[in-house]
């Protein structure tokens, strides 16, 4: 059972451009930043980079491991920092949430998602449903 | 630039969207999840972002210069496969921050009368 105070144990999630492909393909955001470098660098990025909502979703996957993906009743973000993905690399996001509260089984947590050393969502949030 | 006149105006979605086991599968499979008997908690954005664009293309956002800044999710009850969803899209507010237009729009999916999930995308527009 978790407690009001926890840190929540850090988890580490590979990136590489063969998933965001999957993402591109399982959500329908086939924006070419994700997929193809000369275009992104033409748009002034430093490389392809990640959908924030990969990222998001990844941490979405963190949640559902505390109670299961049901017990997720809200979630939100602010993307700070992309996460960039050059060819032929795994970048590593590492995720980690505290526990701000418990009341009447819902628990507020925290989350920190940091990749190269940088956060890369702010203000990450969620409401989980204790069982 | 966006018509400020849409700003509080909500779009209702005629199209009925029926998720199917395979799609939440392939979300699923992208995360790791294993659970597959509901949707991940933000797998509505992959029917909501293509929704609101149909919904809201007539409004003046540039789809094309838009970043996404912030997203939230309220999930009353996950989908699941069979659920039969129409989506509705709102302009919640418009601001003009640096040059760049600050949008949120929200998106309810509603099964019959029942709202299932609120998603709220904050995008920047760029200048």
């Known amino acids: 059972m978790i407690e009001v105070g ?21 959500s329908g955001d086939h924006n070419p930043i994700h997929q193809n470098e000369e275009f992104a660098l033409s748009v002034g990025l430093p490389n392809v980079i990640a959908h924030g909502m990969l990222t998001m ?11 299961g993906p049901a017990a997720v009743k809200e979630f939100s973000a602010r993307f700070t920092k992309p996460v960039v993905v050059p060819a032929d690399t795994t970048v590593l996001l590492e995720i980690s949430g505290t526990v701000l509260s418990i009341e009447d089984s819902v628990a507020k ?23 | ?34 659970v597959t008997e509901v949707s991940p908690p933000t797998f509505s954005i992959s029917i909501t972002l293509d929704q609101s664009q149909t919904l809201l293309q007539d409004s003046g956002l540039d789809w094309s210069r838009v ?8 999930i009353s009850r996950p989908l699941i496969a069979g ?26 999916l509603h099964s019959g009368s029942e709202l299932l999930v609120s998603t709220w995308s904050t995008l920047v527009v760029r200048a």
């Open chain 1, 57 to 67: 979703a990844l941490a979405g996957k963190y949640l559902s491991d505390i109670a």
């Open chain 1, 109 to 131: 947590i925290d989350l920190t998602v940091i990749c190269d050393g940088q956060k890369v969502l702010g203000n990450a949030k969620a409401q989980i449903v204790l069982a």
């Open chain 2, 83 to 108: 659920d039969s969803v129409t989506c509705s899209s709102t302009i919640e507010s418009a601001r003009v921050m640096a040059g760049n237009e600050i949008v949120t729009v929200r998106s309810d």
């Open chain 2, 1 to 34: 630039m966006l018509d400020p006149d849409l700003v509080g105006r909500t779009f209702h979605g005629a199209e009925v969207v029926v998720i199917s086991q395979s799609q939440i599968d392939q979300f699923c499979a992208v995360v790791g999840e294993t």
């Open chain 1, 6 to 26: 926890q840190v929540l144990a850090t988890k580490n999630y590979p990136v590489d451009r063969a998933l965001l492909l999957a993402y591109a393909n399982a």
């Open chain 2, 67 to 74: 970043v996404h800044g912030d997203q939230k999710f309220v």
